[in-house]
């Protein structure tokens, strides 16, 4: 039988999802006020060792360069082990960051790498096994952005055949790019190129984000993926359409809205990274943060209740505000329209358009 367990505490929030064969955590960070990286990694560490688990990924996000003489300390926090980590800068205004773990117990967990490197976790649940990427960087930061957008795709395709699995079992992507708004129309044709040569839009279009992070090498960008294999009939992966916004194939953006892992004992649903834009693509409520907030919020909401779920079924979600300044209407809204606390980490970067000033991206699970 399959139960969700939760515990929020100032600072944390972690869901356990119990089954019959793993034990999974999902586990987000945020600063207790003015707290320091050093404080929050040494947290970290805490709340991994309580867990006993195996780690499947890290993400780090919100960080700024200053920082990264504190990654040391969350190396530290996590006993020395080679974790998967995504480290994703912005500049940590009004100290706006946060870290999310994804970890499991009772199952076997194999490391991928990629030229020494680790990329990434292969996992099983006892119906499927789950490839999970984080941190993949391009081979060359010297390459032009079109040159490292290709190579961080290939990179892609051959930890996944290492790992046995091919691009078409692909649910979820996440691309941080470092000056999105400079370059994402040629970000977006190198992708879909990509796609189309690999039949992808024959298949299962991957849900996906698409925002601006710098990374430590300065590379043009930085990516991760969630790809699932399995042999059981009674397991399903299927794109779930935005009842409040048309297909992003049709303004040209390759990914889904949403798409949805069923399993025998439960639903996993990926949100992609969404914002103010209309049926037809159109951003909408320009300059208007509150409004943005509002609308982003009820398309979200709409997607999760059309497969029967809602707010308090979320595991982890990532919120984007262009200013920080702005961040307070995340708050503001939940209070206003009785949204329940979930875990969030919000930060403060560019979104892939200059008037977008507000995104999320959920990732929800349902028991049957």
Known sequence: MTSIQKRVSTGL???????????????????EG???????????????????????????????????????ALHDALGGANAPLAWIEN????????????????????PLYFEGRRAGTLFEDGYCQYCRLVGLLPISAADSRA????????????VLRSGGMAFSDVLRTWFYNDDILGWYREFNVVRTKFFQERKVFEGLLPASTGV???????????????????????VRAFEVPSPLQSPAPQYGSSFSRAVELELPDLRRLFISGTASIDEQGRSIFIGDPMAQVRQTMEVVQAILRSREMDWG?????????????????????????????????????????????FEIEVDAVAAK
């Not at 040159?147 to 051959?158: F, G, N, R, V």
């Not at 990516?223 to 009939?233: C, H, N, Q, R, W």
């Open 13 to 31: 929030n972690v869901t356990t999802l119990s089954r019959d064969s793993v034990r999974e955590h999902f586990v987000t960070l945020v600063p």
């Open 34 to 72: 003015d707290e320091s990286p050093e404080s929050l990694f040494a947290r970290v560490g805490e709340a991994v060792r309580r867990m006993s688990g195996r780690i499947l990924s890290v993400e780090v996000l919100g960080m700024s360069p200053a920082d990264r003489k504190s990654a040391g």
């Open 91 to 110: 500049a940590r205004t009004n100290n706006l960051c946060g870290v999310h773990v994804w970890a499991a117990s009772g199952s076997v967990a194999e």
């Open 147 to 158: 040159q490292q957008t290709q190579s961080i795709l290939d990179q892609m395709e051959a």
């Open 212 to 234: 601006a992070g710098r990374n430590m090498p300065g590379a043009a960008l930085l990516s991760g993926l969630i790809a699932i294999k399995s042999e059981d009939e009674n």
């Open 313 to 357: 079924d979320v595991t982890r979600s990532l919120v984007y505000f262009k200013r920080a300044a702005d961040a307070p209407l995340f708050e503001r809204y939940r209070q206003e329209h009785g949204v329940p606390s979930f875990p969030a980490i919000i930060v403060a970067n560019d979104i892939c358009r200059e008037e977008l000033l």
